[in-house]
Each structure stands twice: as C-alpha cells, then as structure tokens.
C-alpha cells in the first residue's frame, strides 16, 4: 500500500519560512523522480519543485525559484521543501507525489500552508 504523508504546514506571517516533510512508504522511493505540488483555494494542483531520484538534479516553479529548496533522504524515504520568504500567494495545501505519468492515486492529505499578509 503506498502511503504519502505530507506534514510540516502551518500558519505563517509573509516573510517567513516553513519546512515541510513528506513521508513514502510501499514503492521504492529511491528509484523515483517525486515532486512537491500545492492547490490554492479555487484553483487546480500545480507542480512546486521536482528532484531527480538520487538528488542530483532539481526544477522549481518560477513563481517559487530562488525562495524554496526541494531535497531527499532516501535512506529515511522522506522528501522535504524549504520554504523561505514566503507569500500570501504561497497560502494552498501542499502535497507531495510522483510526476504524472507514475503518479499514486490517491493523494495523500497534504498539508496547509497559511501565509498572512
């Protein structure tokens, strides 16, 4: 059973900054390509930061380049997200998966971040 456990969210002012962690478990994380992706109010899911298998290579949004950081420990099959600097426009539910075409379904929880202005 595969199991994604997002966690780390909370309620912050603008201009502060939140780790969030994600825990896999049921499918060889350290053979994946995963993904943070976040959902505003209204809005459809979007892909944040992606990180290659091992880490050695990462992509960002424009809307989050330069203010978070994606990393991995597979040996703890966790994914994480720094996120520093942040925006009301920040303010979703953040969620954590593979890219598209080996997405699991269903998603887990995710996590809230609030940023207030």
């Known amino acids: 059973q595969v199991r994604l456990v997002e966690s780390g969210g909370a309620l912050v002012q603008s201009g502060g900054s939140l780790r969030l962690s994600c825990t896999a478990s049921?499918?060889?994380?350290?053979?994946?390509?995963m993904s943070w992706y976040r959902q505003a109010p209204g809005k459809g899911r979007e892909p944040v930061a992606t990180?290659?298998?091992?880490?050695?290579?990462?992509t960002y949004a424009d809307s989050v380049q330069g203010r978070f950081t994606i990393s991995r420990d597979n040996a703890k099959n966790t994914l994480y997200l720094q996120m520093n600097n942040l925006k009301p426009e920040d303010t979703a539910v953040y969620y954590c998966?593979?890219?598209?075409?080996?997405?699991?379904?269903?998603w887990g929880q995710g996590t809230q971040v609030t940023v207030s202005s």
């Open positions: 990180i290659t298998a091992a880490g050695a290579s990462t």
């Open positions: 998966n593979a890219p598209p075409i080996l997405r699991f379904d269903p």
């Open positions: 049921g499918f060889p994380f350290s053979q994946y390509v």
